[in-house]
Nanobody, 124 residues
Framework: QVQLVESGGGVVQAGNSLRLSCAASGGTFSRLVMGWFRQNPGKEREFVAAISRGGGMTTYTDSGQGRFTISRDNAQNMVYLQMNSLKPEDTAVYYC?????????????????WGQGTQVTVPS
């Protein structure tokens, strides 16, 4: 069973940057496609970014394109989300997710493993 633990959230001023980390254990990390999602109370959990097993392919939501960068270190079983030029609308709980497959899924229901989330707050 794969366990995922996010870290790196916090309060950051608009325009600044934050890097989220996700540590994986309990499985073969390099076989997992990894993604980041975010959620606010009363709203659906939405896709942010995903990265292929080897790290060579990535995909982003439109709002994150050009501001966010997903990366991974398979030797350390880590995945990261670098977030630049943060906006108040980026405020959410951010979740790390993983799935054993070849494609880059963007739907919440396509992922099998989830972390507990880390809060990111960008005051307006």
């Amino acid at each position: 069973q794969v366990q995922l633990v996010e870290s790196g959230g916090g309060v950051v001023q608009a325009g600044n940057s934050l890097r989220l980390s996700c540590a994986a254990s309990g499985g073969t990390f390099s076989r997992l496609v990894m993604g980041w999602f975010r959620q606010n109370p009363g709203k659906e959990r939405e896709f942010v970014a995903a990265i292929s097993r080897g790290g060579g392919m990535t995909t982003y939501t439109d709002s994150g394109q050009g501001r966010f960068t997903i990366s991974r270190d398979n030797a350390q079983n880590m995945v990261y989300l670098q977030m630049n030029s943060l906006k108040p609308e980026d405020t959410a709980v951010y979740y790390c997710a993983g799935v054993l497959r070849m494609t880059l899924p963007t739907q919440r229901t396509e992922y099998d493993y989830w972390g507990q989330g880390t809060q990111v707050t960008v005051p307006s």
